[in-house]
């Protein structure tokens, strides 16, 4: 491995250098070719088998292969350690991974996404002092990774606490100026940083400095946003980690490293777009908070709700031809994907259609209730997608709206003022009956009145919506 | 404008890569159907984690011949990145597993 076997530039290279950029350009290859896979339902998980096999050959390559500056390779001791930690942290990845509930999936990704983020941080806190300081390239790239991962790791923290429902959100208008204030803040230290004279060796103090405000910056940057929003960080502060990891590549000159993670800071990016259209929003609008906001003109009189009656409903549903099923958070949260499969199944045997309506933002998460209704085992040929069920929602009897709110709110179709105008919606209220399970009288996340729950075909069933629906499915069995 | 050139030439290879990694990036996503977006972002997530390979050239070369902060911290960086790593494509394997079962 360490003989020499040609010269570039006058500097000769050994077979195990080019065999180690070989296997970079490889695991590059596997990463983006399992991406394009994973983009393909059919060919989705053998795209993810693929871009982890390219991560264990640039692990393994690394570590076997790699020479530092002086042409030292890796002495064994250090390949232990190096195996350990990485069989650690496999373990207790494999096992959260494995044992979290399939509708906790959306704060496990926030959760990894810190991980991963606070690496990069501890990467670039680590190399910093290894940088010289007339390198401006290299110490502004090194402190770029040490603040983007930071960002990456606390913001997803606390997207993940939101999702878990542990942190509420906080909105004040003066935040916005507090974050201002921080971000120039951060650019103030890098200056100073790199004019101040002193060697990367004696800028300790300094370092930690703007290691804090990142992280501080990264939980007030994430704190206003509301819960509904939290796909949308999430996928945001994902291409922030990818931008961190391509940092660090730059550090160390590796290829496979810059690719890798500018590929996943640009597709996440491209996907952070991609929901914010299927929300009708611009980025900056998620970011801002404007959900909520200023008075809308959507404040309209309210009309009132009326109840309906647990037998009610079940003689209304099990009397129907056509019923939707439109799912939304509540149903995430309430965890009522098997007792609504219940419900489906009932109604089936007696002879009702059942058909999901699958809103591209439904949930917590873009395909949030598709995860969830596959894990209750509702076939996949019963859930439909916005566009394909809306034609038929005129002739539908029966829609069962349960813990959804802004993606049935007709003030999207037809008010121009109100903040969620212009967003593609289920057009429920179509339907020749609507029956909508909530918990309460409360305003959907997007705090806007929805005028469905005012309609003249409208009932409500209040409640949780496994209790509501465990009691409806309890009272068409003893119809 | 010239530095901006000489600057330019100099990591002309590191320029190259950045500007096609962005456009394969975006043109990868595109056309995704929204019902994969937390699969594939999950995946990307994963993905993200090969700033590993910098927490084992970090240890590698690291002094063990005494317990420094250095070294602590370097192992947390690969038992984070790890964390990413694995937990990350096991995630996404469990989410892609649901949807191939309800396919037949």
Known sequence: ?479 | MEQVLVYFYTYKEVIFIIALSIFLGIEVISHVPSVLHTPLMSGANAISGVIIIGGIILVGHADTSHISTELVLGILAIIFATLNVAGGFVVTDRMLEMFKKKKK
């Open chain 1, 1 to 479: 491995m360490d003989k020499i076997i040609g010269t570039l530039n006058g500097t000769p290279f050994t077979m195990g250098e080019t065999l180690l950029q070989l296997s970079y350009l490889l695991a590059a290859l596997l990463f983006v070719y399992g991406l394009k896979l994973l983009s393909h339902p059919e060919t989705a998980r053998r795209g993810n088998i693929i871009a982890g096999a390219g991560m264990l050959l640039a692990m393994i390559s690394t570590m076997f292969l790699h020479k530092n500056a002086d042409g030292q390779g890796i002495a064994l001791t250090n390949i232990w350690i190096i195996i350990i930690s990485i069989g650690v942290g496999t373990v207790l990845g494999w096992y959260i991974a494995r044992t979290v509930k399939m509708t906790a999936m959306p704060q496990l990704v926030s959760f990894f996404n810190a991980t991963g983020g606070l690496a990069s941080a501890l990467v670039a806190l680590l190399e910093f002092p290894h940088a010289d300081i007339t390198d401006v390239r290299l110490v502004l790239v090194t402190l770029l990774g040490l603040v983007i991962g930071s960002i990456a790791f606390s913001g997803s923290m606390i997207a993940y606490g939101k999702l878990d429902g542990k942190i509420k959100d906080i909105r004040a208008g003066i935040m916005k100026y507090v974050n201002i204030a921080l971000l120039i803040f951060v650019v103030a230290m890098f200056v100073y940083m790199l004019v101040s004279g002193k060697s990367t060796q004696e800028l300790g103090w300094e370092l930690y400095v703007l290691f804090g405000i990142s992280l501080l910056y990264g939980v007030l940057f994430v704190m206003p946003i509301g819960g509904a929003d939290m796909p949308v960080v999430i996928s945001l502060l994902n291409s922030f980690t990818g931008i961190a990891a391509a940092m660090a590549g730059f550090i160390y000159n590796n290829q496979a490293m810059i690719l890798g993670g500018i590929l996943v800071g640009s597709a996440g990016s491209i996907l952070t777009v991609l929901m914010c259209n299927a929300m009708n929003r611009s980025l900056l609008n998620v970011i801002v908070g404007a959900f909520g906001g200023g008075p809308s003109s959507a404040q309209a009189e309210g009309g009132t709700m009326k109840e309906i009656t647990l037998s009610d409903a079940s003689i209304l549903l099990s009397y129907s031809q056509n019923v939707v099923i439109i799912p939304g958070y509540g149903l995430a949260v309430a965890q009522a994907q098997h007792v609504c499969h219940e419900l489906d199944q009932l109604l089936s045997s007696k002879g009702v259609n059942v058909r999901y309506a699958i809103h591209p933002v439904a949930g917590r998460m873009p395909g949030h209730m598709n995860v969830l209704l596959a894990e209750a085992d509702v076939p996949y040929s019963q859930l439909v997608e916005m566009d394909d069920i809306n034609p038929d929602m005129p002739s539908t009897d029966v829609a069962v709206v349960i813990g959804a709110n802004d993606t049935v709110n007709p003030a999207a179709l037809n008010d121009p003022g109100s903040p969620i105008a212009g967003m593609p919606i289920i057009h429920a209220h179509e339907a020749k009956n609507i029956i909508v399970m909530k918990r309460g009288r409360g305003k959907g996340y997007a705090g806007i009145e929805n005028q469905l729950f005012f309609g003249e075909k409208t009932r409500l069933l209040f409640g949780n919506a496994k209790d509501s629906l465990q009691a409806l499915v309890n009272e068409i069995k003893s119809l």
